[in-house]
């Protein structure tokens, strides 16, 4: 039978799911490029209004999809007597709730993706306007989309308010209370939350979110929720995020809605995180700083200065950039186990290092082999010495089953 096919603001449109989704801003459609079966695209409905069109206008003049692939927002419109129709870009992946379990390492890679999308929309004086996880879209691979821009705060006096607060659980206190419409000040508290969702896999009032009255009062203190909360067994202890990414959280939780940090603010504090994300021998990682003192998963006391004990390792394949301090008599096991991301080819526990003097002692201990490059060749290693100044010197290459990783000191 032949598919529906449509034509809007003069784009031929084959439509290959009529029943998409419907939200509270109209209903959506999945639809190709006729004759570029390659090119997927969403066409959303909505009741036509002066307001309406004019925000749609000016978010297909912002063309945010070329401004990021990870930015989906219209390209095209057409306006009926009755509605308004929209195309934008179909953004593979599942939202944010419904995404796989990511190791510590993976989040801090996700909130510094998502940070960049929102910065981009900042840098063109846009603010999201409903920032909620169900528009927040992830891909397999960890990168991170935004979806939904219709309720966006488009800084344009000539552009009308967005219509919705927002979705209660993410709203700033100023407005969540009333009717008003998002800024790019309460959206800055938004941000934040959906951070904190990212980072550390919760909401950052979950412990007191019922009845609603409950998490009205916890998300209106002024203070970061997370300080107050007791950590259960399993979760990320906030003090993984490092100081500088706390003391963000802290002032995007603020009632002045002018303290909330700026979008390139997180961005930068995400990318230190991430050049400062340590593996602690039992397995964990965190973000630390010289001032780290214990590890906060397990409270082990560690030292983080002298970067010559320091192992950093380069996993390409998953973006993974990781350093870890090596101590004499200190073992880190490298696998899926504390690396998530890695395909399951690579054993849960497959290569594990150990200094001993100057010297580190590698032994293979997964179930697929593990190879080391020598000269441009491929050769099996089960167990291995090397100086820890020849890796300072030249990285050494290594392939966990199918999976290359460099290592190097300092
Ligand atoms: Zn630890």
């Known amino acids: 039978m032949a598919k529906d096919t449509v034509t809007l603001d003069g784009i031929r449109l084959q439509i290959t799911d009529p029943a998409l989704g419907a939200g509270g801003q109209g209903k959506a459609q999945k639809a190709v490029l006729a004759g570029d079966p390659g090119t997927e695209l969403v066409i959303k409905t909505f009741p036509v209004t ?72 900042e840098e063109n004086g846009l603010a999201h306007g409903d920032i909620a996880p169900s528009n927040v879209m ?21 552009v009308p308010s967005p219509t ?64 107050n909360r007791v950590v259960e067994t399993g979760e990320t202890p906030i003090e993984a995020l490092g100081t500088r990414l706390c003391s963000l959280f802290d002032q995007a939780f603020s009632l002045d809605p002018n303290a909330r940090p700026v979008a390139d603010e997180w961005r930068r504090a995400q990318l230190d995180a991430l050049q400062n994300c340590w593996i602690h021998k039992c397995g964990h990682a965190f973000v630390g700083g010289e001032s780290a003192s ?27 950039r990781f350093r870890t301090p090596l101590r004499h008599g200190e073992t880190i096991r490298l696998g899926r186990a504390n690396l998530a991301g890695l395909p399951g080819t690579v054993s849960s526990r497959h290569l594990e290092i ?57």
């Open 294 to 320: 214990s590890c906060p998963w397990c409270g082990d006391a560690v030292t983080i200065k002298n970067t010559s004990d320091t192992l950093l390792i380069i996993i390409p394949a998953i973006q993974g």
């Open 354 to 410: 150990s200094r001993q003097g100057d010297r580190l002692f590698l032994r293979h201990t997964g179930s697929n082999p593990t190879l080391i490059e020598r000269q441009g060749q491929w050769w099996k290693l089960d167990t291995h010495w090397v100086e820890t100044d020849d890796i300072a010197a030249t990285p050494m290459t290594l392939r966990l089953a199918d999976t290359d990783i460099t290592l190097s000191a300092g």
């Open 50 to 121: 002066p307001e309406a069109t004019s925000r749609t206008e000016a978010l297909v003049d912002q063309n945010l999809p070329g401004k990021s692939l990870f930015l989906s927002g219209p390209i095209a419109m057409e306006v009926g007597s009755n509605h308004i129709w929209h195309v934008a870009p179909f953004i593979e992946g599942v939202d944010l709730e419904n995404d796989q379990p990511r190791s510590f390492p993976e989040q801090l890679e996700m909130a510094h993706h998502f940070m960049c999308q929102v910065a981009t929309l």
């Open 164 to 227: 919705m607060a927002g979705q209660r659980m993410m709203l700033a206190p100023e407005i969540r209370n009333g009717n008003q419409p998002p800024t790019i000040e309460s959206d800055r508290f938004a941000i934040a939350v959906m951070l904190n969702m990212i980072l550390l896999s919760r909401h950052p009032a979950d412990q007191w979110a019922t009845p609603p009255s409950a998490l009205d009062q916890a998300m209106s203190t002024g203070n970061w929720p997370e300080r």
């Open 138 to 158: 992830v891909t397999p691979e960890g990168f991170v989309a935004l979806i939904d821009v219709d309720n966006a705060v488009i800084d344009d006096p000539g």
